[in-house]
């Protein structure tokens, strides 16, 4: 059985190598950076526990993918996924493009209306 997080990650995996992220990246990249940004803003009392922090966050970000692929998103499961919704293969590259970028645009602008609120 699939869920949303089948149907966002499988969105723009047939597109081979883009430089955009897809929507499932932007999405785990917004939801990683709102702690990031919180330990920063009321946590961090002195620099070395915000290097600690900021270490250890940049390490979740770059190896979240590793687990994720090896144990949910296999090439079985999509294999499985694509046969079970032969349409969803033919996504809209305008959709795959735009989609990440209003996840990002509104992480911004969130962050900027709290830093607002928070001056």
Avoid at 17 to 32: E, N, Q, W
Wanted: glycine share 2%.
């Amino acid at each position: 059985k699939f869920n949303w997080l089948d149907h966002l990650y499988y969105m723009g995996v047939n597109y081979g190598s883009t430089r955009l992220p897809m929507p499932f990246d932007a999405l785990v990249y917004s939801v990683l950076m709102w702690p990031m940004m919180f330990s920063i803003i009321f946590w961090a009392s002195d620099d070395v526990q915000e290097i600690i922090c900021m270490t250890l966050y940049f390490v979740v970000i770059l190896f979240y993918d590793w687990p994720l692929r090896k144990f949910r998103f296999t090439h079985e499961r999509e294999r499985a996924y694509f046969r079970r919704y032969p349409q969803r293969k033919e996504h809209s590259v305008i959709l795959h493009f735009w989609l990440p970028i209003t996840i990002y645009l509104a992480n911004i602008a969130i962050l900027f209306f709290l830093a607002y609120l928070l001056r």
